[in-house]
C-alpha cells in the first residue's frame, strides 16, 4: 500500500515562503515520478510542478515559474515544494502525486497512480 503524507501548510502573508514536504512509504521511491498539484476553492486541480525519479526532469506551471522549486530526497523518501514569493492567488489545497511515468503528471496528466491527501495553503494580502 502506497501512502503519500504530505506536511508544511499554513497561513503565510503574500510574499512569504513555505516549503511543502511530501513522504512517501510502500514503495521504492526512487522508481518514482514526483509531482505537486493544487486546487483553489471552485477550481479544477491544477499542475504546479514535477520531477523525474532522480531529479534529472523537472517541469512547472507557468504561472509557479521562478517562484517554486520542486526537488526530492531519494534517500528520505521525500519530495519537496519550495514556495517563495506567494501570491494570494497560490491560496489552495496542494497534493503531492506519484506514478511509474514522469510524463503522466508533467504532460498528460491523467490517470496518476497515487495521491496524498493535501495539505492547506492561505496566502494572506
Known amino acids: 500500500q502506497v501512502q503519500l503524507v504530505e506536511s508544511g501548510g499554513g497561513l503565510v502573508q503574500a510574499g512569504g515562503s513555505l516549503r511543502l514536504s511530501c513522504l512517501v512509504s510502500?514503495?521504492?521511491?526512487?522508481?518514482?515520478?514526483m509531482g505537486w498539484f493544487r486546487q483553489a476553492p471552485g477550481k479544477e486541480r491544477e499542475f504546479v510542478a514535477a520531477?523525474?525519479?532522480?531529479?534529472?526532469?523537472?517541469s512547472y506551471a507557468d504561472s509557479v515559474k521562478g517562484r517554486f522549486t520542486i526537488s526530492r530526497d531519494n534517500a528520505k523518501n521525500t519530495v519537496y515544494l519550495q514556495l517563495n514569493s506567494l501570491k494570494p492567488e497560490d491560496t489552495a489545497v496542494y497534493y503531492c502525486?506519484?506514478?511509474?511515468?514522469?510524463?503522466?503528471?508533467?504532460?498528460?496528466?491523467?490517470?496518476?497512480?497515487?495521491w496524498g491527501q493535501g495539505t492547506q495553503v492561505t496566502v494572506s494580502s
Open positions: 502525486a506519484a506514478d511509474n511515468y514522469y510524463e503522466r503528471l508533467s504532460v498528460t496528466r491523467a490517470t496518476i497512480d497515487y
Open positions: 520531477i523525474s525519479w532522480i531529479g534529472s526532469r523537472r
Open positions: 510502500g514503495r521504492t521511491f526512487s522508481s518514482l515520478a
